[in-house]
């Protein structure tokens, strides 16, 4: 049974490798070290089982602005779950554990780009996400209001770190 914890700075190499293995690019684990290098990690939570890392995911800050304000917004990415350890929950769990650790944390919404079948059983909805001016918007760009703050009547734009640029590149 993995164990989800917060990520420590020593745990770098085994998420870099992990990331690198569940990727058919390296794009992802190029992401988390220009996320880190930026300063735009919120959040990297880590699944261990008998000493190895077998999952990861991480949030980072955006620039999200709604009714002419600004959201306190993350987007949760990636998710990465080791071959041998998927279909046991870790993936659900890492998520789980996320989203709690950002309401308490006091943000407003979280996006993720994904599919609808796995993020729909934590809220996640493109109805929510819908409106908001991004370059992912679309039916697997989704939000989850994650407090009882203000509710969101005009959505603006959902602007990703700086970091995610350069994928797809």
């Given at each position: 049974?993995?164990?989800?914890r917060a990520?420590t700075?020593g745990?770098?190499?085994a998420?870099?490798a992990l990331?690198?293995?569940?990727f058919p690019?390296d794009?992802?684990?190029?992401l988390?070290q220009?996320?880190?290098?930026?300063g735009?990690?919120?959040?990297?939570?880590?699944?261990?089982?008998?000493?190895a890392?077998?999952g990861m995911?991480?949030a980072?800050?955006?620039?999200?602005?709604?009714?002419?304000?600004?959201v306190?917004?993350?987007?949760?990415?990636p998710l990465?779950?080791a071959?041998?350890?998927?279909?046991?929950?870790?993936?659900e769990?890492?998520t789980?554990?996320a989203?709690?650790?950002?309401r308490?944390?006091?943000?407003?919404?979280?996006?993720?780009?994904?599919d609808?079948?796995?993020?729909?059983?934590f809220?996640?909805d493109a109805?929510v996400?819908?409106g908001?001016?991004s370059p992912?918007?679309?039916?697997?760009f989704?939000a989850?209001?994650?407090?009882?703050?203000?509710c969101?009547?005009?959505?603006?734009?959902?602007t990703?770190?700086?970091?995610f640029?350069?994928?797809?590149?």
């Open positions: 049974m993995a164990v989800i990520a700075g745990d770098a190499p998420v870099d990331l690198r293995t569940c690019r794009e992802e684990a190029r988390v220009h996320l880190a290098v930026d735009d990690l919120v959040l990297v939570l880590v699944a261990e089982d008998a000493g890392i077998t995911v991480a980072s800050r955006m620039h999200v602005t709604a009714d002419t304000r600004e306190a917004a993350v987007a949760i990415a990465a779950v071959r041998e350890a998927r279909g046991q929950g870790v993936g769990a890492l789980a554990a989203i709690a650790h950002l308490s944390g006091g943000a407003e919404l979280a996006f993720v780009l994904g609808p079948a796995f993020y729909d059983r809220g996640f109805a996400a819908a908001f001016d992912y918007a679309g039916e697997h989704m989850l209001r994650l407090n009882d703050g203000p969101i009547h005009t959505p603006g734009t959902a990703h770190a700086g970091a640029a350069m994928l797809g590149e």
